[in-house]
């Protein structure tokens, strides 16, 4: 059945692009331009592709204090009191 019918792409396209690697919209448009005409298959590629179709990143560090960012301060406060 087809996606997109702008540019001809079949479901079995859009899941060889996803087996592929692409797991977004806009890299399922940036293989086979997919949705990049009148938009209306946006949605059918978003289902067709799933939640999680992504794997999740790691998540993030926990911020770490600077000493460096500390050492500008002091300088900037003696520059200011000269």
């Not at 301060?73 to 009191?81: K, Q, R």
């Amino acid at each position: 059945m087809y996606v997109c019918s702008c540019f001809g792409i079949t479901e079995k396209q859009v899941r060889e692009h996803a087996s592929t690697g692409a797991c977004t919209p806009r890299q399922i448009a940036g293989a086979c331009k997919a949705g990049t005409d009148c938009g209306s298959c946006v949605r059918k590629i978003q289902a067709l592709l799933g939640r999680g179709a992504c794997p999740r990143r790691e998540a993030p560090l926990e911020p770490v204090a600077l000493p460096a960012a500390a050492a500008v301060e002091v300088e900037v406060e003696a520059a200011e009191a000269a």
